[in-house]
């Protein structure tokens, strides 16, 4: 057999799913990479919220992302931005929602917010983007400050410039 044959051999048993032994080969899907990656990503985002129950019926997502991951008496905590859109007869209304999850991917707790943004985690420390009005401490503030079971011990405000700088090395990740 010429080596051109050859060649259209292995590629019509390769089409047919046979090596060129006649074996049946087992096709494993290839883990995602790149955009799929980032999708799949998304939809495991939205089904963990689902099983945890975080999300209210009747209303959409809009934007999901995991912001950071809070330090926590050695467990790392998931914080999750969530914005959802509640259906309205003339417009829908927005819900924006910072989630705390638990190690084990439970609803810790769930903020309120109008206009502030999660930006990124140091240690047990969350900054947002604009004050935060926390009713249960009864302040304000950009830098959020949990203790080990996830509740929010304190809140202040912190001037952008007095930030610690976001992690480069991936720790706001971690």
């Known amino acids: 057999m010429g ?6 051999a292995v590629i019509m048993a390769s089409a047919s799913g046979c090596q060129p032994s006649g074996k ?35 209303r959409l997502v809009s934007h999901i992302s995991h912001t950071c ?13 969530l914005r959802e859109l509640v259906p309205g007869e003339t417009t829908a209304r927005g819900i924006n929602s910072i989630l705390l999850l638990s190690p084990t991917l439970e ?3 769930r903020l309120d917010y109008a206009s502030e943004r999660p930006l990124f985690c140091v240690a047990n420390h969350l900054y947002v983007w604009g004050d935060m009005w926390l009713e249960t401490l009864g302040a304000e503030g950009n830098e959020l400050t949990f203790g ?27």
């Open 3 to 8: 080596l051109r044959a050859l060649a259209l």
């Open 24 to 58: 049946p080969t087992v096709s494993v899907p290839a883990a995602p990479v790149g955009v799929e990656k980032l999708e799949d990503t998304r939809h495991t985002l939205v089904q963990t919220l689902r099983d945890a129950k975080a999300l209210e019926p009747g």
């Open 69 to 81: 991951s809070l330090q926590l008496g050695g467990k790392r905590y998931p914080i999750i931005d």
């Open 107 to 109: 609803l810790v707790q």
């Open 148 to 174: 080990e079971q996830g509740q929010i011990e304190s809140i202040r405000h912190v001037e952008a410039n007095a930030m610690p700088a976001w992690p480069a090395d991936g720790q706001a990740f971690q």
